[in-house]
């Protein structure tokens, strides 16, 4: 069984940034793609990005419109961990985010392919 926790939420301005990470447990987090997603009240929790394994030790990013240009994606598969800088934030951008993995990357976009979540954290951006 895989772990994960997330860390770095809270309350930001518009503008503002936040970096979120979030902690992996398990020896096969390298061939693993890990993803982002969030759900704000009364929505559907949405896909915000990803970075999915493409074998051989190569990982490919993928965001969600609302996020490209603002958002950024890493991993550090020595600390199995992996992050999410969020710069010009959003009143829009405010939900809980999730950090999840699953094995390979087929259905990546999509949250009911995912086999770990972590317990989520807060963001919150005020106007």
């Known amino acids: 069984q895989v772990q994960l926790v997330e860390s770095g939420g809270g309350l930001m301005q518009v503008g503002g940034s936040l970096r979120l990470s979030c902690a992996a447990s398990g020896r096969t987090f390298s061939s693993y793609s890990m993803g982002w997603f969030r759900q704000a009240p009364g929505k559907e929790r949405e896909f915000v990005a990803a970075?999915?394994?493409?074998?051989?030790?190569?990982?490919?990013?993928d965001y969600a419109d609302s996020v490209k240009g603002r958002f950024t994606i890493f991993r550090d598969n020595t600390k199995n961990a992996v992050y999410l800088q969020m710069n010009s934030l959003k009143p829009d951008d405010t939900g809980v985010y999730y950090c999840?993995?699953?094995?390979?990357?087929?259905?990546?976009?999509?949250?009911?392919?995912?086999?770990?979540w972590g317990p989520g954290t807060q963001v919150t951006v005020s106007s």
């Open positions: 970075t999915r394994w493409g074998g051989f030790g190569t990982y490919y990013a």
């Open positions: 999840a993995a699953k094995s390979g990357s087929v259905n990546y976009k999509s949250p009911a392919s995912y086999d770990y």
